[in-house]
């Protein structure tokens, strides 16, 4: 017998296992403005990756991050903490550990205008913190990268050799220096 993990309020566990890709579309499409907690300067760390790439696909992206604060990350001042916005979001992007996602969840639902999305990175997840998060109106993506999945469903990721599940027969768009990108926009 496989012991279950759903100890929180109403299946929540369960619940954010899998997302349907319309869900992750309909997430990346109506999302413009990222803070991401978490940003790195070091170029070579995952953080620092998915910001450049998501600022790249014209999503602003403001980054977060105490040890940086009052520095300019890829031409963006980076910010201390949530509570320094100087507007809304559309989303939070956590990427910290699963500690330090509860009370990040709490400073994003604290804000003036709480943000629409708050996002877990991979291998981050709070189930207690997805559902007081829930509960405000907010939908709460965990244990996903949305540079991952918006190459996967943009179709880019296949151009490395890896199945994305996405068929396409759309002509990618070259981008500035001739670079292919592709968009979400689809089904």
């Not at 109403?10 to 309909?26: F, V």
């Not at 890829?74 to 939070?92: K, Y």
């Not at 179709?155 to 220096?177: C, D, F, H, Q, Y």
Request: aromatic share 4%; glycine share 10%; net charge positive.
């Amino acid at each position: 017998m496989i012991p279950t993990i759903d100890n929180a309020p109403d299946g929540i566990a369960t619940r954010h296992d899998r997302y349907p890709d319309a869900q992750i579309r309909a997430v990346l499409k109506a999302t413009h403005s990222i803070a991401l907690v978490g940003a790195s300067a070091n170029p070579a760390r995952p953080s620092y990756i998915v910001f450049k790439y998501l600022s790249e696909r014209g999503y602003t992206v403001t980054p977060v991050n105490p040890g940086l604060a009052g520095q300019s990350l890829l031409g963006r001042p980076v910010i201390a903490r949530l509570s320094e916005l100087t507007g809304p979001v559309d989303m939070v992007e956590i990427f910290r550990n699963s500690a330090a996602a509860g009370p990040l969840v709490d400073e994003a639902l604290a804000l003036p205008v709480p943000p629409k999305v708050i996002w877990m990175q991979l291998g981050v997840r709070d189930d207690a913190a997805a559902a007081r998060a829930e509960e405000a109106g907010v939908t709460v993506i965990m244990n996903r990268c949305p540079k991952i999945e918006y190459g996967r469903l943009s179709g880019e990721i296949g151009w490395t050799g890896v199945n994305s599940r996405i068929l396409s027969a759309k002509k990618p768009v070259m981008a500035k220096g001739g670079v292919q990108k592709r968009t979400i926009e689809g089904p």
